[in-house]
């Protein structure tokens, strides 16, 4: 989560998308606290940024989704991200990606890799690490920690 007051910057810690309580909605932001957003003063905004599990897409790449959500006053959101493979760690595997600019209040972003792209390394878990970033009225850029999405196992081809 993202937060500007008009004045100030706030991010949230992060909740990794692997840990057990990471789905459960009792652990979700509070509906009221985003639309608190709305009523703060002229330039204020929260946004929230849900980052999906990687899935097989064809034979040849696998595909992960972001979800951001930004109330109150602002003028673009967007979100960044790379793919990341675990070997005996978590390695980025692409640069990041940045995902189209917007300044409707919902944005769903897929993010692609293409398997052929960085090397085999048989049957890994892969995820995808994303940040979600807003621009305010007043031209302050805001950005979020870096969330991780739930890894899940693929054999790149």
Same mark, same amino acid.
């Given at each position: 989560?993202?937060?500007?007051?008009?004045?100030?910057?706030?991010?949230?810690?992060?909740?990794?998308?692997? *840990?057990?309580?990471?789905?459960?909605?009792?652990?979700?932001?509070?509906?009221?606290?985003?639309?608190t957003a709305?009523?703060?003063?002229?330039?204020?905004?929260?946004?929230?940024?849900?980052?999906? *599990?990687?899935?097989?897409?064809?034979?040849?790449?696998?595909?992960?989704?972001?979800?951001?959500?930004?109330?109150?006053?602002?003028?673009?959101?967007?979100?960044?991200?790379?793919?990341?493979?675990?070997?005996?760690?978590?390695?980025? &595997?692409?640069?990041?990606? &940045?995902?189209?600019?917007?300044?409707?209040?919902?944005?769903?972003?897929?993010?692609?890799?293409?398997?052929?792209?960085?090397?085999?390394?048989?049957?890994?878990?892969?995820?995808? *690490?994303?940040?979600?970033?807003? &621009?305010?009225?007043?031209?302050?850029?805001?950005?979020?920690?870096?969330?991780?999405g739930k890894?899940?196992?693929?054999?790149?081809?």
């Amino acid at each position: 989560m993202s937060e500007y007051d008009g004045r100030h910057a706030f991010t949230s810690p992060v909740l990794d998308a692997s *840990e057990p309580g990471a789905s459960d909605p009792k652990n979700w932001l509070p509906a009221g606290l985003i639309n608190t957003a709305v009523g703060r003063a002229t330039g204020s905004f929260v946004c929230t940024l849900w980052v999906g *599990e990687v899935k097989a897409h064809g034979l040849h790449d696998v595909i992960a989704g972001t979800h951001q959500t930004c109330t109150g006053s602002f003028r673009t959101q967007w979100t960044q991200a790379q793919f990341a493979s675990e070997r005996g760690g978590w390695h980025r &595997i692409t640069d990041s990606i &940045i995902g189209e600019k917007v300044s409707h209040q919902i944005n769903d972003t897929t993010f692609t890799v293409g398997c052929r792209t960085h090397p085999k390394y048989g049957r890994q878990n892969y995820r995808l *690490e994303g940040r979600g970033y807003a &621009i305010a009225t007043n031209g302050v850029e805001v950005k979020g920690f870096l969330q991780y999405g739930k890894p899940s196992k693929w054999t790149c081809m």
